[in-house]
């Protein structure tokens, strides 16, 4: 009694830790590719499941992630027979797990070669320069042609990218050569526009003084000329005024002819040497003469 129930204990103990051996928790992003027999039964996804003790087993788990293949530069030779060295890197994502399983034996393996073909293709089509610069069109094909050819093996590939491309030593001294050159021809024409735009602002600068000289120059001589002007304008009116005073105070002709001597004494005593006396105002000279002699007498 006491053996029957311990290895009743013991069967027990062997079908509950097959049982629990047998419940499976799938994950997020992964896939479990089930086989019953030897043959494909189904692929589980997210959840619990649980698998029949000796019969089925879980032939691969597969990860439903993008993934990154980082492949070792590669030798190509481009079409001006140039050999360089390019490495690769594929993004890419397992889309079907039952053909990833199936499909084909080492499927990192199988991307890395295609991918080692299918560049070689590629840049022995092109030259050096459109292989330096057609990376876009380079990745663009790349990914065409191997997302084309990896479909039946349940792979998507996602993107492609040319990590590095390594010219020969040679080669790159040369860019390196022609590219200094090309930034100091670039530096040259900066300068000349620098120096041609400066010389611009400067003859530009020197006209427009010019032109404010010219003006202020034409505005002092319209300021003085108006000056002159008003001045003149000035005197005749007061010429005028006192014209206008005389012929009102109507004068007698012997106070016009003794005002014409005041105005000729007030020339002699200026800088002339010689002085010619109208007969008028000598006449008018030897009244007032006359004049004064009668009234000293008186």
Known sequence: MNNSMIIGGVVLLVVLFIAVRCIRIVQQARAYVIEFLGAYKTTWNVGIHFKLPFVERIA????????????PPQPVITKDNVTMQIDTVVYFQ????????????????????????????????????????????INSKMRSILDEATDPWGIKVNRVELKNILPPKEIQNAMEKQMKAERERRESILRAEGEK??????????????????DAKKQQQILEAEGQAEAILKVQTATAEGIRLINEATPSEAVIKLKAMEAFASA???????????????????????????????
């Open 60 to 71: 691969k788990v597969v990860s439903l992630k993008e993934q990154v293949a980082d492949f």
């Open 197 to 214: 735009r400066a010389a611009i602002l400067e003859a530009e600068g020197e006209k427009e003084s010019a032109i404010l000289r010219a």
């Open 268 to 298: 002699a005593n200026g800088q002339a040497t010689k002085i010619i006396i109208p007969s008028e105002i000598q006449s008018v000279a030897g009244l007032a003469a006359g004049l004064l002699e009668s009234t000293k007498e008186k």
């Open 94 to 137: 397992i889309t079907d797990p039952r053909l990833y399983t199936y499909g084909i034996e080492q499927p990192m393996l199988a991307i890395e070669n295609l991918s080692a073909t299918t560049l070689r293709n590629i840049i022995g089509d092109l030259e050096l320069d459109q292989c330096l610069t057609s990376r876009d069109i």
